[in-house]
């Protein structure tokens, strides 16, 4: 099968009344506020130092290096959002801070190319010798993702050649030749690889890349071996008592058929398996892709797409164990389970990837940022009781209220690239087809069968069904849209032309319809309210559902309902009542259901357990979709409710 | 009000088919095994290294200190419970050895009286510059209470006269005079000074205590300003940022009406509290020892008596957070609960301080040892599924089976003292009155009046309600017997001589009652099974029921009723059957409760998320005490249990 490709992004335009919220955020907020984060210009976020690191890696300054091992990643990341926001908004001015600080990076380059500001300015004798937490190649990876789009959006190739010779560098390093058996702590590079050898055509990068995965876990461990060199020195305290399984490398990732370990870091690899698997042709490597997506999505995923079950480590745990308090469900990792989706998506054609990756789009990715572009959630927990969130409990990690700027500063701006780069999971092409995958209004521009088509899509989606794309190019012109049918659809009509389309095939989550370039294809989907149930397995959620309208998962909010909203039972056989709310979070589709709330007033302050009587009051509440939760005053969410039986 | 005092434990026997469970292992399996343990003999347990440091500290032979900074404290508990022990059983040969480690104690001991192998051997420059963390204190406490122990028990003064100058220098060093402000980092040293005083009268050791108190959480913290002295030196990486409030060092003392921070901590330095309220006549501090207590009992308890919610530094978080599956809950905070009711009660002759304190000692207590007498819990939840009990995650402290010996040896010790000191807990005496505590089948001996009287009791309870007290001693003797009605009683009978008393003064929580020396008091509990809620405003529990029979807490195990044990449902109108089983462990009433259990079976492999139906199975669960959990073959076990509505 040929794998499907996403679009240059300069060809989308979005302008949708759901996305526009977010999306217009990046260049107006987040970019600029980035910008000054990085260089340390916000008063009261944690410094990042990452620009003056620069400066002293370029012997612009003196100074001492200060941040993470990792910190450059955030430049990377910044440049990537520039570089994914340049090509749908130009802007002259921050294109000219970005060359400014492509320069610098330049600058900071060693002779031989290597790159990375913490060991150029505090161990230049320790590279490549602490792999396992080093970030050195997670931290190239970063880089030569973020040159790739910029070289994709402005045709200037300065940061792509700086990258290259850092590339050539690790290339030959960690080759065969040298007899490496090297390969990164913190997986990432090797999905940037592959980019940059989508780019340049030089076929080592990707072969580098393999030779990272085929590396991974074989014994003797390559981490617990190079614990023993004379030059290994430990960074993190947190990790000296490494468990392999933490970085995916307890087994050969071949072996691997459950999902474990630190979970942006699984996920991040396994976009790069499905890379490879494609480009080699690699059927049973492929397979194993299958497999851990099925692990991920039957049976250690949050119903909002979250993964990672336990707050030490940020890792996966055990099929089934979704804790919904105390769990980590970092925003970075489902951003990189939408990548992996969208990879699997783009290979297999097949639409039920695309309902993870909607999932995780609309509800994680959201969830961990303001609607107001300046704090953020790196922990996505389904329950929030904000007074046991405490520091220096078992809750620590989870926090009531999004936070300004962490000291590790991974998700903000990985949310930034994502959100700027969303077009790359609305669309994808082939040679005579389109896939429309998301529904989002705006335009896409695309060449199929060597015209110009374009197709404008109107659409209230996720609040309303209907969606109208009005294809241009021309009437000789005659191609396939393929529309994809969200697995949460049950009933959908379609018409072409006003004329309703009773034959289309519908496969694997596509309909599949052909149009002229002048058509006009409505599609009206039925996006009901429902009420969701969990595997009765996992232990967590039995006894309890969660409200979904299309891609969103809703939440009560304690805004809305009160506290203690573990005592709130839903009468689920009671009809759900729908209503947009204009000047409510920017507009938004509002829920009332009705049940019942415990009550406490036969208790008295002083008694703790008792025989006692249920006492109940009948209740209405509101549900408001999870992604814009705590966007209000902060107090208690809750995403899985009792159902009255 | 007059304290009410323990009585010597050697005056106290106790043949109960409940208790002989446990206290049989004490010296027939604990004693014997902590004493292997102790000499690092048994192979598959940590090694304690105890007895080689004192020998190291002796300088009898060479080498390093090995183990924990408190490692001593598993010798003076060992020493505790075998002066406990040898109280109601006498064995020349464990006294021997016992003797012949105080012999090793003394002349490990310095020329000073300083005492503590760690310091000794490892940093004898280091002593009590770092008491937050030292333990020196801590260890000196229990080393106190020990030979406090032992001198009750044999008469002999050797370890005694050892500690008296331990204390004798420590009083000195920290000292008004000195103009010392501190204080230990653990508390426990005080309630031992107040033993040192009571058996000794030499005022000064209760003065100390008084002054350990009264300097705690003043300004500026004791804790961060040693940080700053030249000699400090940390020793405990992950208590380097220590938070004042973890010590209960955050505010003084009186101003403290909330339990917080490491339960351990807490619960010890209470009783210390409550005993010089009482020493001194000091109303004001009594009166924080309420507000603590009733903080607590009322609102950061486990129905167990469990304390600690957050695994994180086993501490107390916050009102109403008690979390099920992911709590510390660890024995000694029980058993440090435990002593501090029991002195409650002592001061205030209040039953319901005995309520929680048999709450505590059935059910948290007995579940921290197993069976057999060789393994132990640190952790106890009340909600386990072994699957999600991993290392390196969240629930890692969580163990789902008992674990021979730790590393940090804390727990075993400590049920064991508790065990052998059972008596304390039973009896208290005025000088006019005989107060019966708790049901257990044996005699006890007393002086009332100036005249010895005993009496011999023979009850099954807490599987049956009946109790018998024979009284001996003459029946020109008259005295008060004050029988605890527990509050979970609601109807009971009396009986002197086979007439029912009718007229007789319930007064909080006793029923007192008129003897002479030849009477025969009869007591007829009703005890039937309950189904308890907790408060609505503990988000864990809402929608669950508890099981109690008496002071026992039930849960169902997966040995007796397969797995997925969150899916269970429990009709709470329909009867439950009692049942007592001779040879289920050791003998038990076993419950049969009925209800329904979820079904799976419309659920295929692959889903984790969807709409569906509800199908149950209608069941019968069985359910055993709490304190027997993972006795049989381990797996899951639940406290609280959904409830039918």
Request: proline residues 5%; charged residues 25%.
């Amino acid at each position: 099968m040929t794998k499907l490709r996403s679009l240059p992004l300069k060809q989308i335009t979005i302008d949708d009344s759901f996305w526009n919220k977010y999306t217009k955020l990046v260049p107006e907020v987040i970019i600029p506020y980035q910008w000054d984060i990085l260089n340390d210009k916000v008063e009261d976020a944690e410094p990042s130092h990452c620009i003056n690191n620069f400066e002293i890696a370029a012997k612009l300054k003196e100074g001492e290096f200060q941040g993470a091992v990792f910190q450059d990643t955030d430049v990377a990341k910044w440049l990537e959002a520039v570089a994914f926001s340049l090509a749908s908004r130009p802007d002259p001015e921050l294109e000219k801070s970005a060359d400014e600080v492509i320069k610098l990076i330049g600058k900071a380059q060693a002779e031989d190319g290597y790159l990375n500001t913490y060991f150029t300015i505090k161990e230049p004798a320790l590279r490549f010798t602490n792999l396992k937490e080093g970030h050195e190649l997670y931290t190239a990876g970063h880089l030569i993702e973020a040159a790739v789009a910029y070289y994709k959006t402005t045709g200037k190739d300065e940061f792509l050649k700086i990258m290259m010779r850092f590339a050539d560098l690790i290339c030959s390093v960690f080759s065969e030749e040298n007899n490496s058996k090297g390969y990164p702590g913190h997986q990432e590079i090797e999905l940037a690889l592959i980019k940059l050898y989508e780019v340049t055509g030089t076929k080592k990068y990707m072969e580098l890349a393999k030779a990272f995965i085929e590396r991974r876990g074989k014994a003797p461990n390559y981490f617990l071996e190079e614990e023993k060199t004379p030059l290994y020195k430990n960074i993190f305290p947190e990790l000296q008592d490494y468990l392999p399984i933490y970085s995916q490398s307890h087994i050969p990732a071949r072996e691997q058929t459950t999902a474990e370990g630190h979970a942006v870091r699984a996920v991040y690899m396994y976009c790069a398996m499905a890379d490879l698997a494609y480009e080699y042709g690699d059927q049973e490597l492929f397979q194993v892709c299958e497999k851990l997506w099925d692990n991920i999505v039957s049976r250690r995923m949050y119903i909002t797409g979250g993964i990672g079950s336990s707050g030490l480590l940020e890792r996966f745990t055990t099929d089934y164990d979704l804790p919904n308090n105390s769990n980590y469900a970092e925003t970075c990792a489902s951003i990189g389970l939408a990548l992996f989706g969208r990879r699997m998506a783009q290979i297999t054609h097949d639409g039920r990837y695309m309902d993870i990756v909607e999932t995780a789009l609309y509800n994680t990715v959201l969830s961990g940022i303001a609607m107001d572009g300046k704090s953020f959630f790196y922990v996505n927990p389904l329950e929030v009781w904000p007074d046991n969130c405490m520091p220096r409990t078992s809750k620590e990690h989870v926090k009531p209220v999004r936070q300004k700027w962490f000291g590790v500063a991974c998700c903000p701006p990985n949310i930034a690239r994502t959100l700027a780069s969303l077009g790359e999971y609305a669309y994808f092409t082939s040679e005579d087809s389109l896939w429309v995958n998301l529904f989002i209004s705006g335009t896409v521009k695309a060449n199929i069968k060597g015209k110009e088509i374009s197709v404008d899509v109107q659409t209230e989606f996720p609040h309303k069904g209907r969606v109208q794309l009005s294809i241009g190019g021309g009437s000789e012109l005659t191609f396939t849209l393929a529309v994809r049918i969200p697995g949460y659809v049950r009933e959908y009509s379609a018409s072409l032309d006003k004329a309703e389309i009773k034959d289309a095939e519908c496969q694997n989550g596509y309909l599949y319809i052909e149009v002229s370039g002048q058509s006009l294809l409505e599609l009206e989907f039925s996006l009901p309210v429902r009420f969701l149930h969990a595997n009765p397995l996992v232990r967590e959620d039995s006894g309890k559902v969660a409200i979904q309208k299309g891609p969103l998962i809703y939440c009560l909010e304690e805004a809305d309902n009160g506290g203690n909203l573990p005592a709130v039972y839903i009468d689920t056989k009671k009809p759900i009542k729908e209503e947009y709310i204009p000047e409510l979070l920017g507009g938004t589709t509002v829920l009332t259901v009705y049940g019942k709330k415990l009550s406490d007033s036969n208790w008295k302050e002083k008694e703790l357990y008792k025989e006692s009587e249920l006492i109940w009051e009948d209740k209405e509440f509101k549900a408001v979709p999870y992604c814009y939760w705590c966007n209000r005053k902060p107090g208690e969410m809750l995403v899985w409710i009792k159902e009255l039986l």
